[in-house]
């Protein structure tokens, strides 16, 4: 099976595999070529999760600060 690309992975997918990576490489079993590419991977989740996180915090931040008399503004994501 083909491993989804992580920026089109919900944030909580991306956590999940990400811990499963993380059991497998302390598990400390795997040969080195694979274990390469098993951090390789959880490279790339941890970024996509850390950029969904950030978001996340900007559009709470935008939803806080505005009251109801400010004008609306569109949310644009920086991946976008």
């Known amino acids: 099976m083909a ?3 992580p920026e089109n992975m919900s944030f909580e997918a991306t956590i999940d595999e990400l811990d499963t990576l993380v059991d497998q490489l302390e598990n400390g079993d795997l040969a080195l070529d694979d274990a390469l590419k098993k951090f390789e991977r959880g490279i790339a989740l941890a970024r996509s999760g850390q950029t969904k996180l ?4 900007q ?5 806080l600060q505005n009251d109801d008399e400010a004008p609306l503004s569109t949310f644009e994501s920086p991946s976008e």
């Open 3 to 5: 491993s989804k690309k």
């Open 54 to 57: 950030s978001d996340a915090e």
């Open 59 to 63: 559009r709470v931040s935008i939803l």
